[in-house]
């Protein structure tokens, strides 16, 4: 496949120039011409107002996926609660079924898990896929994936959504291999073409310095993984019964070829931010452990937590467990402060569920600031001192 350029109809607009993500196509002597890195995506055909670029990429057909309906939510637990992220993705589903006017259904998988039954229902699951069998009892790759492949082939989902846990990462791309179908990885949102009525799967890409929005198709069911925190968690305020459909599965040990040995619980420490109210964090413009000492003081006087972005947590300053972002924790206290904090998409992704959000920033063009409620522009290490004395004194910052 290739693309090329009739260059008696280019005008030279850059039009093509500004939607090629591989920088594919420059302009040369006011011309359109195609590099070396085309990947021949198609981007720039559309968009040429004169026509002048042309290809022989040929247009796949859009198979029937009339059969396939509803949003089914994975849902994951430890035998002995269900985990916020599951019940987070139940609440973003009943927005997206809404919009296309179907069903939400939660994929329940384990041994003596009936008692979930429940919670899921007041959650807003419509139906319940419900899998028990002695050997599902703790989560192994190969048997929760040929239960959740068996599933989806008979009753066919639109939509399958998984939470980016640790278990969730391992799960959800060999589920969407059985079943011959694309995965949005980290999705930071998830919504409705309303005229298409497909998924479309916003997540950051090219190294977090643009937010893509991604769509399946040609393949179904639509997955999508979402990280812990991104979604907001709704009110358990459904009350009508689920309809709970049984499923059988037939598994052997022996095909399963793997053993757990022994579970490791980690070790926590500190506080873990993702629950706290208040959060105050640092990033570049923050003077090494004395500036941090005096982020410190300031979120204990505010009853918060102190966080900061990677690259404090890759200088050694603070430990992973307090990073914000794409690579870290998903946060959504009711007042976010954000200090010396340039705001790169990969941090914002992490924090724009907070309810408040106040910027302290010497540049004024700091992307940052566009997403805060209250932005102050000057140097953070005269401005924070000066909020920790009124704070002391009983005033308000």
């Known amino acids: 496949m290739s693309i090329w350029i009739i260059e008696k109809q280019c005008d030279g607009c850059k039009l093509c120039t500004q939607v090629c993500p591989y920088e594919g196509i420059e302009i040369t002597d006011g011309i359109a011409k195609v590099t070396e ?53 139940l609440g973003k589903a009943q927005e997206l079924a809404k919009d296309l006017n ?49 599933l989806v082939k008979k009753y066919k989902p639109s939509i399958l959504l998984i939470g980016a846990t640790t278990l969730g990462r391992d799960l959800a791309p060999r589920v969407s291999r059985h079943v011959k179908t694309g995965l949005t990885a980290d999705c930071t949102d998830l919504k409705i073409d309303s005229d298409e009525r497909i998924l479309l799967q916003t997540r950051p890409a090219f190294g977090g310095n643009v937010m893509a929005t991604i769509v399946n198709k040609y393949s179904r069911p639509q997955m999508a993984t979402i990280r812990p925190g991104v979604m907001e968690k709704i009110k358990q305020n459904f009350f009508t019964n689920s309809n709970i459909i049984k499923f059988k599965p ?19 420490s500190g506080i873990d931010i993702t629950k706290a109210n208040v959060i105050v964090a640092g990033g570049r413009g923050i003077n090494g452990r004395q500036g941090f000492d005096m982020l410190k003081q300031l979120a204990d006087l505010l009853g918060g937590e102190l966080a900061c972005t990677r690259l404090v947590v890759e200088q050694g300053i603070l430990p992973q467990q307090a990073q914000v972002g794409q690579t870290g924790k998903t946060v959504r206290p009711e007042i976010y402060i ?42 953070v290490n005269e401005i924070v001192p000066e909020m920790i004395k009124q704070l002391s004194k009983g005033g308000t910052p």
């Open 250 to 268: 037939e598994l052997h040990e022996k095909n399963i070829l793997t053993r757990v040995l022994e579970i490791i619980k980690e070790k926590k």
């Open 37 to 89: 890195r085309c990947t021949s995506c198609g981007a720039c055909i559309d968009i040429c107002k004169n026509k002048a670029i042309d290809s022989d990429i040929t247009q796949r057909e859009i198979p029937d996926f009339s059969a396939y309906t509803g949003i089914w939510v994975f849902i994951e637990h430890n035998n002995i609660e269900l985990t916020g992220v599951s019940l987070e993705l």
């Open 338 to 379: 954000a200090c010396g904090i340039s705001g790169a998409i990969q941090h914002r992704a992490g924090m724009m569920g907070s309810r408040y959000i106040i910027a302290i920033n010497n540049d004024p063009d700091a992307p940052i600031f566009k997403v805060a409620n209250w932005s102050i522009i000057g140097d």
């Open 102 to 150: 179907e069903q939400v259904s939660a994929v329940l998988i384990g041994k003596d898990v009936t008692k979930f039954c429940n919670t899921l229902t007041k959650f807003g699951a419509q139906n319940i896929y419900f899998a028990e069998h002695d050997l599902l009892e703790q989560y192994r790759t190969i048997a929760y994936t040929n239960v959740i492949e068996s």
